[in-house]
């Protein structure tokens, strides 16, 4: 199966998501934040698009989420963080380059 250029951005923007909120004290950020990080790495979607990727993170038990009005908030949890170290490799997330890589 061939992947197309928006299967690309979206497996780049589960990576980015996952590494800034690995970057956080409490691995944890809300939807308009991570909007930023994902504009500085030239990926500009709106915030539904995000939430959809939010959710499949979250169906991949790669982040929980809490809706705090029209954001979604997120937090790594314990398999997000092993495909960040490489442990494990979920389908569909852009794999992390290897430290010093």
Same mark, same amino acid.
């Given at each position: 199966?061939?992947?197309?250029? =928006?299967?690309?951005?979206? =497996?780049?923007?589960?990576?980015?998501?996952?590494?800034?909120?690995?970057?956080?004290?409490? =691995?944890?950020?809300?939807?308009?934040?991570?909007?930023? =990080?994902?504009?500085?790495?030239?990926?500009?979607?709106?915030?539904?698009?995000?939430?959809?990727?939010?959710?499949?993170?979250?169906?991949?038990?790669?982040?929980?989420?809490?809706?705090?009005?029209?954001?979604?908030?997120?937090?790594?949890?314990?398999?997000?963080?092993?495909?960040?170290?490489?442990?494990?490799?979920?389908?569909?997330?852009?794999?992390?380059?290897?430290?010093?890589?």
């Amino acid at each position: 199966m061939t992947r197309t250029m =928006e299967d690309i951005v979206r =497996e780049q923007a589960r990576l980015i998501v996952l590494k800034a909120l690995a970057e956080q004290v409490n =691995e944890t950020l809300n939807s308009d934040l991570m909007r930023a =990080e994902l504009a500085a790495a030239g990926i500009n979607k709106p915030r539904e698009w995000l939430h959809d990727q939010l959710q499949w993170l979250k169906a991949m038990e790669a982040v929980t989420l809490i809706s705090f009005g029209t954001i979604l908030v997120a937090t790594l949890t314990e398999k997000g963080a092993q495909h960040l170290r490489r442990e494990i490799s979920i389908e569909g997330i852009q794999r992390p380059s290897r430290p010093g890589g």
